[in-house]
């Protein structure tokens, strides 16, 4: 049974963004049960030439699960959000 739950990101802006696992629940960052914190936020630096990763979204995720987060910019020392995404466990 093949189950992924690796996920790749490629920033080709001008800023750098952070990731920020969410959940309605706990809030964010989201920080799965027996992960560490630091897998909480997925720092991608600007211009990135190729994609960053393999990201692990934690090490209980389960098949067909959905899991959501923010893209936050930072600029000049100041965060922001510039949206969001989910991505769904194979």
């Given at each position: 049974q093949r189950k992924t739950d690796q996920v790749f990101f490629q920033n080709n802006d001008s800023v750098t963004y952070k990731l920020v696992w969410t959940d309605k629940n706990y809030g964010s960052p989201f920080i799965a049960p027996n992960s560490p914190p630091d897998k909480g936020t997925i720092t991608l630096t600007a211009f990135a030439a190729q994609p960053?990763?393999?990201?692990?979204?934690?090490?209980?995720?389960?098949?067909?699960?959905?899991?959501?987060?923010?893209?936050?910019?930072v600029k000049d020392g100041k965060t922001s959000r510039a949206g969001s995404g989910t991505v769904t466990v194979e």
């Open positions: 960053s990763g393999p990201w692990k979204v934690h090490d209980q995720a389960k098949s067909g699960q959905r899991y959501s987060f923010d893209i936050m910019s």
